[in-house]
């Protein structure tokens, strides 16, 4: 099935996939370096970025009980930041797929994999560039963590490398043509703007849930 | 720091509940009966939640400023983006040129 899959995404997408799990990889590293620092015992990194497999909540949580925070709330605010897969799933609603390959498809939804399943043209290659980036970075996102566990303070930062950049950088060239619509640019912009100018007094996540309220945006008659 | 039990009953909520909002989005979306301007708002709704979330991951570290050496990264990565130029070239210049600004001592 997977041969399958990587035949039907187109060889520049796909080699973009592998590097984005390649930038996955190394960020896990230093998350699973990170939890060893903050005292963690090594299997709750590698258990978290299993099941939860949502990057930027996983950090929150940990480091919000490193801090001496409640794990409760650190598990509250995880979820607020994850609430944008709400929306997401209803948009790649025909891309998990059904039965039991669905239950899987909902789980490695994550901003990567919508945003490569959304930018294909046909349906096909739609829902093979979501599972390919998907299974991707849900192989590649806890083994990272274990080897970070083990091995992670040998690494350089993910920041020395400019990793940081490149998250947002896939997300917006593969958002650039859907933005050259018109309508759809002015909600997004809209939408953004609302988001960057709440993000310093919100709690994490809020802000860019807050985005959704841009599709009220619309061309003036 | 709380105890062993605590934390992964937590986690377990984060998991489940992670698990749980991914799986209900695309319930939702499968039962809604979409007519076609329905659909083109769910699919700015995409678009303008990745273009929330690429903006403010390029401009903020939690609720601070990134840094030029991010935000100078991403911007190069726009521009050949917008160019068109293959999506491995705006990836590695994103990390090139992000990487290079802080060897400067620019951050």
Redo the contacts between chains.
């Keep these: 099935m997977l041969r399958e899959i990587i035949s039907l995404v187109e060889s ?2 796909k ?2 996939i592998l ?2 799990c390649l ?1 996955v990889g190394v960020v896990a590293i230093s998350y699973g370096s990170l939890a060893m620092a903050y ?1 963690f ?1 090594l299997w ?1 990194p590698v ?2 970025s299993l ?4 990057g930027a ?1 996983e950090f929150m ?1 940990i480091g919000i ?2 801090g ?1 925070g ?3 709330a ?2 509250m605010a ?2 607020l930041v ?12 025909e891309l ?1 797929g059904n039965k039991l390959s ?2 899987i ?3 490695i ?1 994550n ?1 990567e994999s ?2 490569f399943g ?1 930018a294909q043209k046909t349906p096909e290659a739609r829902r093979a560039a979501y599972w390919l980036c998907g299974i991707g970075v849900a192989i590649v996102w806890p083994l990272g963590t274990l080897l970070g566990t083990v091995v992670g303070g040998l690494l350089p930062a993910p ?18 043509p ?2 050259r619509n018109h ?2 640019r002015i ?3 809209a ?2 703007t609302l ?2 100018v709440t ?3 919100t709690p ?1 996540g809020l ?2 849930l807050l ?2 309220l ?2 009220l945006a619309r061309k003036k008659k | 720091m709380s105890d062993t039990l605590t934390i992964v009953s937590a986690l377990a909520l984060l998991a489940i509940g992670t698990y749980l909002m991914r799986f209900s989005g695309v319930k939702l979306g499968k039962r809604l009966a979409l007519s076609e301007s329905t659909q083109q708002l769910l699919n700015d709704g995409a678009t303008t939640l990745l273009f929330a979330v690429a903006l403010s991951t390029a401009l903020f570290s939690a609720d601070h400023f990134a840094g030029y050496a991010r935000v100078s990264g991403v911007a190069v990565a726009f521009l050949l983006a917008y160019k068109k130029v293959p999506l491995i070239v705006v990836i590695i210049a994103a990390a090139a040129v992000t990487a290079l600004l802080r060897l400067l001592g620019i951050h």
């Design positions: 520049d997408i080699k973009a590097l984005v930038a005292g015992p709750l258990i978290a099941f939860v497999l949502a909540s949580f009980i490193a001496g409640n794990p409760f650190a598990a995880g979820l994850n609430a944008r897969h709400i929306p997401f799933g209803v948009a790649v609603r998990v669905g239950l498809g909902c789980h939804m901003d919508v945003v959304l920041e020395v490398i400019g990793l940081d950049a490149v998250f947002p950088a896939i997300l917006l060239a593969l958002v650039i859907a933005l309508t759809t909600r997004a912009l939408g953004a988001a960057l993000t310093p007094f994490a802000p860019v985005s959704l841009g599709l």
